[in-house]
C-alpha cells in the first residue's frame, strides 16, 4: 500500500481548476493540479476575456458579480495581472424584436441583481461614442469590463507556485482509480497519489467522468474569435447584442476581439480545428454594423476556443454522487467570467465551510440508471 | 459563389506553376491563385511592364518560358488574390480586385514558397536594413538600387546575386560579408559543380564583384548596425562556422542601405492551418511537412511542393511541382499508373540530379544555433510586438515550455505577421533556453486569416437582417 502523497488532486489546470487549486492549498490542503498541457491553454486561454453580466445566465449572476469583483482585484489576491479593465457595458438592439429580446432579458438579469438599465439611443452614444446610430435601445452596466485571456496561464502558475501547489503540466491523466481511501491518478510518468480529487476538466469532464463510470453528457461548444490589428480607438466599452451573439472590445494596445459564440468546427478531440469563413464573416459584420468604425481595420487572426454546455447549460459543481471525496467542477456557462467565484466556493466546501452561494450538484444531470 | 474545380493550387511560383501545369495537361480542371499580379514567385519573378529590362540570366529565361506555357495552357489564372482563409477539403477564400470569392475542390496543392530570414542584431530594424529577398525583388522587377552605397550581408549564395546586381545596375557595394569562410564553400564546391550552368551564375558574379573591387569578408557577419533615425554605418567582425562571433578586428562601413538575410524559412502555412503532419528539419528551413516523394501529406487530397515545403530552390521546386501535379491527377483518377510513372521519371531524375548542388546551397542558408545564441538580451526579436530576447528567455524562466505558451506570456508572434518573421528564432531561443530541441518547443499554431485581411473588404454590402444571426444563448 502506498500513502497518498496530497491532500487534494485537481485534474484540469484552467481558471477553474487552477483558482481551486489556489485557494485549497491556501487553506492548508497539500494539493496538486495536473493538466495534460500547460495551464491555461485551452478556454481559459483563448476565451474573448470578456467580463459581462449581460451574457451571463440568470442564476449565475450572483457568482459572476462576486468573480467580477474578485477579477478586478486580481493584484490582490492572484498576486498577478492579468490586464483587467473595468469598464460601462452595452447590449445593443437593433430592430423591435431584439429591443423585445433585450428588455426581457435585462429584466430578468435584474431581478437576479445585476444593475442593468435600459437606455435610449442618445444615452447609448454618450456612454459609447463608436456605437452605431441605427439602434433602437440598449442595455446598460457599470460592471463590465475584460480582461487578456491569454496571460491567465502565466498569471495562475506563479501563484499557485508561491502557494505551494505542486503544478504538474503536460501530465495527460489516462485513468483515476479509488485506491486505500483515496485515488490514484494514471499518467505516463507514473501514477500521482492524492485522498480527494476534483474533475475539473471543462468540456473533458464528461470522459473524466467515465474513469468513475459515471455518464455526465457535456456538449462542445466551438466559438469562433478574431482580433484586428491594432488601430486608433474606435470604441471605450464593451459591446453585445440583445440576442447574446457579440462580444466587442478594444484593448489598451489599440487591437479589437471580435467574439460571440459563432460556430467553428471540431471537437473535444481535436479541439477547435478549422473556421467556418461565412460564420467569421457573419460576426464580422454584426461587429462593424454595432461599431462602424471598426471596418477600417484589418483582421489579423482568428481561431476558435471550445467551451462546454451541460444539458441546462447551468455548471457542473458540487460532490459527485456515491463516490466519497469526489468532485466535480467546471462546464460553467461563460466560465471565464463566472469560474473564479464558483471554483472559490467548491474550494470553501472541500476545506469544510459552508459555501454562500449555491453550487449547481449533478445529481440533475444524471439519468436515474447510471449505476 | 463558389467555384468548383478538381484542383486547386495555391502559389504561382515554379513549384505551383509546373504543379498546376501538369495537372491540366493531365485533364484536371485547375485554378492557380498567387498574391502577385503575374507567375513567377520570388525565384523567377516577372519584371513590371515598361521598364524595358533585358530578359537575361537563366531565372529570368526560365520564368518567361514558364510563363509563356501558362498562357496556353487553358489553367484558370486568379492572380492578384489574396488567399485569407484555407479550410474544409478544400476551400480557398480569397480577397481581389473583385471582391470576395471561394474556391472548392478535393484536392490542394500547397507552393507557397519561403520568406526570408534575418536573424536579429542590434539595429535590424532601422529604416535602409532590408532583406536579400526584397533587395532582388527591386533589382529584378522595379530596376531599383536599394541605396546609394550598400553593404550586403548574410549567408548563402543570394549574397553574391544581390552584390553583383547591385554592380551591374551600376550601385555602390560597399562591403560583403559572408558568414562562411572561404574553408565552407570549397567543401561545397563538388555539390556547387553538379550544376556547371549554376555554378557559372556564381562565378559571373564572383567576376563581377572583384571587378568591383567590393571589400569580401568571408568568415564575418553583421555586429550591429547604427544611425539616428536612418541607416548610417555598419559594424562587422569575424565569426565562426556555426555563426558564433569571435575575436579579432570589427570593421566599419559607411552606408545607407544593408541587406541581410539568413537563409530561408518554408512558408507553409496551409499544411499547417489543416493540421498535416509536419516534421523540423534544419537544413531544409525548419518545419516542414511530411510528404511522401511526389509532395503528398499526411491529409489525403492534400500536396506541399516547393520551397514552402522545405527549402530546395527553384528548379528542384519546379520539378517537385510537376511530381505533385502528376500526382493529384493520378489519385483523381485522370492518369493511369503506366502515364503517370513515365510521365514523373524525368521529374525524379532532375529532383535526383539536382539534389548535390541543392544540398550545398540549404546548408549555406540553415539556421545557424550560435549566430542565435549571440542575439543581445535587449535586441528586439518581434518587430510587430516589440518583443526583445531577454523578455522571451524570461517567459521560459517563468514556465512556458513550447512557443505558443510563450507567445500568450510575452505577445511575441501576435502581431500582424503572425510571427512569420520572428517564430523561427523564437522557437529558437525557446529551444536553447530550455536546453531541449526544436521538437519539444513545436511552431506557432496556424492561424487564418494567411495574410491581414481589411475588414470592410471582408464585410462586403450586406443587410442587417440578412446576417444570419444563431438563436440566442440560453437564459
Same mark, same amino acid.
Given at each position: ?10 485534474i ?17 490542503l ?24 449581460q ?15 474578485m477579477?478586478?482585484?486580481?493584484r ?5 495581472d ?14 423591435e ?13 435584474r ?7 435600459i437606455v435610449g ?11 452605431s ?7 446598460h ?15 495562475f502558475?506563479?501563484a ?5 501547489v505542486t503544478?504538474l ?6 485513468g ?8 490514484v ?9 492524492f485522498?480527494?480529487v ?13 474513469w468513475l ?33 457579440l462580444s466587442?472590445?478594444?484593448?489598451p494596445?489599440g ?11 471540431g471537437d473535444r478531440?481535436?479541439?477547435g ?8 464573416i ?5 461587429a ?6 471598426l ?5 489579423a487572426?482568428a481561431?476558435?476556443?471550445?467551451e462546454?454546455?451541460?444539458a ?11 463516490i466519497?471525496d ?16 464558483i471554483a472559490?466556493?467548491?474550494a ?8 454562500d ?13 447510471t449505476? | ?9 495555391l502559389g504561382?511560383g515554379?513549384a505551383?506553376c ?8 493531365a485533364?484536371?480542371d485547375v ?18 511592364a ?9 531565372d ?8 509563356q ?6 489553367i484558370e489564372?486568379r *492572380? ?8 474544409g477539403?478544400?476551400?480557398?477564400d480569397?480577397?481581389g ?6 474556391f472548392?475542390a ?7 514558397g519561403?520568406h ?22 527591386l ?13 550586403v ?6 549574397? *553574391? ?9 551600376g550601385?555602390?557595394?560597399a562591403a560583403?560579408?559572408?558568414?562562411d ?8 564546391l563538388?555539390g ?14 564572383s567576376?563581377?564583384?572583384l ?23 555598419v559594424?562587422i ?6 555563426g558564433?562571433?569571435?575575436?579579432g578586428?570589427e570593421r ?9 538575410g539568413?537563409?530561408?524559412v ?5 499544411p ?14 525548419g518545419w ?9 501529406c ?5 500536396y ?5 515545403a ?7 521546386s ?22 503517370f510513372?513515365?510521365?514523373a ?21 540553415a539556421l ?5 545564441a549571440a542575439i ?10 516589440d ?5 522571451i ?5 517563468a ?7 510563450m507567445?500568450?506570456f ?12 520572428c ?6 531561443l525557446?529551444?536553447q533556453r530550455?536546453g ?11 492561424r ?8 470592410d473588404?471582408?464585410l462586403?454590402?450586406?443587410d442587417?437582417a440578412d ?8 437564459l
Open positions: 500500500m502506498t500513502a497518498a502523497t496530497y491532500d487534494l488532486g485537481v484540469g489546470g484552467g481558471v477553474v481548476g487552477s483558482t481551486l487549486a489556489l485557494f485549497a492549498a491556501r487553506g492548508g497539500r494539493t496538486v493540479i495536473l493538466d495534460r498541457g500547460p495551464l491555461c491553454r485551452e478556454a481559459s486561454g483563448v476565451n474573448a476575456g470578456t467580463l459581462t453580466l451574457m451571463t445566465r440568470v442564476a449565475l449572476i450572483p457568482h459572476a458579480m462576486r468573480a467580477h469583483a477579477w478586478a482585484s486580481a490582490d489576491w492572484l498576486g498577478h492579468v490586464g483587467v479593465v473595468v469598464c460601462d457595458g452595452l447590449s445593443l438592439a437593433f430592430t424584436r431584439e429591443a423585445a429580446l433585450l428588455e426581457e432579458r435585462a429584466g430578468k438579469r431581478e437576479a441583481g445585476a444593475p442593468i438599465r439611443r442618445d444615452e447609448a452614444r454618450r456612454i459609447e461614442p463608436g456605437v446610430d441605427k439602434i433602437l435601445l440598449a442595455g452596466c457599470a460592471i463590465d469590463g475584460y480582461a487578456n485571456a491569454y496571460l491567465t496561464g502565466q498569471a502558475r506563479a499557485l507556485i508561491d502557494a505551494g503544478v503540466e503536460n501530465r495527460a491523466v489516462t483515476l482509480d479509488r485506491n486505500h481511501g483515496g485515488f491518478a494514471e499518467t505516463a510518468e507514473g501514477p500521482v497519489r485522498k480527494r476534483v474533475l475539473a476538466g471543462g468540456v473533458w469532464i464528461e470522459p473524466m467522468m467515465r463510470g459515471i455518464h455526465l453528457p457535456i456538449k462542445t461548444l466551438v466559438n469562433q474569435l478574431s482580433v484586428t490589428e491594432r488601430i486608433r480607438p474606435v470604441m471605450r466599452t464593451v459591446v453585445g447584442i440583445a440576442s447574446g451573439l466587442l472590445k478594444q484593448y494596445h487591437t479589437v476581439v471580435i467574439g460571440g459564440g459563432w460556430q467553428g468546427l478531440e481535436r479541439g480545428v478549422e473556421l467556418v469563413p461565412d460564420r467569421l457573419g460576426n464580422i459584420r454584426l462593424c454594423h454595432a461599431i462602424p468604425e471596418a477600417s481595420a484589418r483582421l487572426r481561431w476558435a476556443g471550445l462546454a454546455e451541460t441546462d447549460a447551468l455548471p457542473a459543481a458540487g460532490p459527485i454522487p456515491g466519497d469526489a468532485y466535480v467542477c467546471g462546464s460553467i456557462h461563460s466560465g471565464y467570467t463566472s469560474g473564479p467565484a472559490k466556493l467548491m470553501e466546501m472541500i476545506l469544510g465551510r459552508e459555501p452561494l449555491p453550487l449547481f450538484p449533478i445529481d440533475r444531470l444524471l439519468k436515474a440508471d449505476p | 459563389v463558389i467555384r468548383k474545380a478538381d484542383l486547386l493550387v504561382a515554379p505551383g509546373h504543379a498546376a501545369l501538369a495537372g491540366a495537361e485533364g484536371l485554378v492557380l491563385l498567387d498574391e502577385q499580379d503575374t507567375a513567377g514567385g520570388q525565384g523567377w519573378r516577372a519584371p513590371l515598361g521598364l524595358g529590362m533585358a530578359r537575361k540570366g537563366a529570368a529565361l526560365a520564368g518567361d518560358a514558364m510563363r506555357r501558362l498562357a496556353r495552357s487553358g489564372c *492572380f492578384g488574390r489574396r488567399v485569407w482563409s484555407v479550410g477539403r478544400f476551400r480557398l480569397a480577397m480586385p473583385d471582391g470576395a470569392e471561394a472548392e478535393e484536392r490542394l496543392i500547397a507552393a507557397t519561403a526570408e530570414r534575418v536573424v536579429p542584431f542590434p539595429g535590424w530594424t532601422l529604416p535602409g536594413v532590408i532583406g536579400l529577398a526584397g533587395a532582388t525583388v533589382l529584378k522587377a522595379q530596376a531599383v538600387l536599394p541605396g546609394k552605397r550598400v553593404v550581408a548574410g549567408a548563402g549564395p543570394l549574397l *553574391f546575386a544581390v552584390a553583383a546586381g547591385i554592380i551591374a545596375k550601385g555602390e557595394v560583403i560579408a559572408d558568414m569562410g572561404r574553408l565552407a564553400w570549397m567543401k561545397r563538388p556547387l559543380a553538379r550544376r556547371l550552368d549554376l555554378l557559372r551564375e556564381g562565378l559571373g558574379w567576376l563581377s564583384i571587378g568591383a573591387r567590393v571589400p569580401l569578408l568571408a568568415g564575418h557577419g553583421i555586429r550591429r548596425a547604427l544611425g539616428e533615425n536612418q541607416l548610417e554605418t559594424v567582425g569575424p565569426v565562426d562556422g556555426a558564433a562571433p569571435v575575436g578586428a566599419t562601413f559607411d552606408c545607407d542601405a544593408l541587406a541581410i539568413h537563409g530561408l518554408p512558408g507553409g502555412e496551409a499547417k492551418i489543416l493540421r498535416a503532419a509536419h516534421v523540423f528539419d534544419r537544413q531544409r528551413g516542414v511537412p511530411t510528404r511522401d516523394a511526389y509532395g503528398r499526411s491529409i489525403a487530397g492534400l506541399a511542393c516547393g520551397d514552402g522545405g527549402i530546395a530552390g527553384a528548379r528542384p519546379a520539378a517537385a511541382g510537376t511530381l505533385a501535379g502528376l500526382a493529384a491527377a493520378h489519385d483523381a483518377g485522370r492518369l493511369n499508373q503506366a502515364s510513372a513515365a510521365l521519371e524525368p521529374a525524379i531524375q532532375q529532383l535526383s540530379a539536382y539534389r548535390p548542388f541543392a544540398a550545398a546551397v540549404t546548408e549555406a542558408m545557424r544555433g550560435a549566430q542565435v543581445p538580451p535587449e535586441t528586439v526579436v518581434c518587430r510587430c510586438e518583443v526583445t530576447r531577454a523578455e528567455d524570461a517567459a521560459v524562466d514556465g512556458a515550455t513550447d512557443i505558443n505558451q507567445k500568450h510575452t505577445r511575441c508572434g501576435m502581431g500582424p505577421c503572425q510571427g512569420r518573421m517564430g523561427d528564432i523564437a522557437a529558437e525557446v529551444a530550455r531541449v530541441g526544436r521538437e519539444a518547443v513545436g511552431f506557432w499554431t496556424q487564418v486569416p494567411l495574410r491581414p485581411v481589411a475588414l473588404q471582408l462586403g454590402r450586406f442587417y446576417i444570419p444571426i444563431p438563436p440566442p444563448a440560453p
